[in-house]
């Protein structure tokens, strides 16, 4: 089972650059890797997901290295709307397990 | 777009009481889970169906049973609660298992039991 884990907390500020990293030693082969936000009182959000090298979209990248034990999130110019919490997932549903973590709480300032 | 709807968003129960706590997606998709988040943690997996007329058992199932009779429902039920069980319960829905296709979630219910 792919368990994984990531800093418990980070602190930046508006319009910096700011990288998560999720360390994910046991993944399997057909593993996906995803990362959610979860803002308080709300149910957990999609951000990107990716499989290997480099994947980017409007909100995010992520950069998985070859052997694909970590993988870092990567949010461009963050602003005080990013404060949150950021989930690092490594899929095994047919295991019966899908584990979220602890997540990393990211808290922007001014 | 509705999304992901969960059915109460909050709730009071006594100890030994039962309830069902409902989920309706409206994106056909095929996956549907149940979650519990307690404060501070992360969302641990209760069960979870991969389609209309399944259901399995996730990492903490016991004490809660579920039902798919219909690919837009996915039902939680609690026969017995227990004060343990107070938490917040998340439902999301996916159109293929995580690996593949990233998971939609409500908004939660809040269930406190007493």
């Known amino acids: 089972l792919a368990k994984t884990t990531q800093p418990i907390s980070m602190d930046s500020y508006e319009g910096q650059e700011v990288n998560i990293t999720c360390s994910h030693n046991n993944i399997a082969t057909n593993d996906y890797i995803t990362w959610y936000q979860q803002f308080p009182s709300q149910g957990p959000r999609f951000i990107i997901q990716?499989?290997?090298t480099k994947v980017t979209n409007e909100v995010a990248s992520l950069f998985i290295p070859a052997d694909r034990k970590s993988s870092t999130l990567s949010l461009p110019r963050v602003s005080l709307s990013d404060t949150a919490v950021y989930y690092c997932?490594?899929?095994?549903?047919?295991?019966?397990?899908?584990?979220f973590g602890s997540g990393t709480r990211l808290s922007i300032r001014p | 777009n509705a999304g992901v709807t969960q059915t109460p968003k909050f709730r009071v129960l006594k100890t030994g009481q039962s309830m069902t706590l409902l989920c309706a997606q409206d994106?056909?998709?095929?996956?549907m889970y149940w979650y519990r988040q307690d404060p501070g943690m992360g969302l641990r997996l209760i069960h979870y169906s991969v389609g209309e007329g399944t259901t399995a058992k996730g990492e903490v199932p016991d004490g809660y049973n579920v039902s798919r009779l219909k690919k837009q429902n996915f039902l939680l039920g609690l026969e017995s609660a227990a004060p343990s069980q107070t938490s917040v319960y998340f439902c999301?829905?996916?159109?293929?298992?995580?690996?593949?296709?990233?998971?939609?979630f409500g908004d939660g219910t809040r269930l406190s039991i007493l």
């Open positions: 994106m056909n998709h095929e996956y």
């Open positions: 990716g499989y290997k």
């Open positions: 999301a829905s996916s159109r293929d298992r995580e690996g593949n296709q990233p998971q939609h």
């Open positions: 997932l490594v899929g095994d549903l047919s295991a019966s397990k899908i584990i």
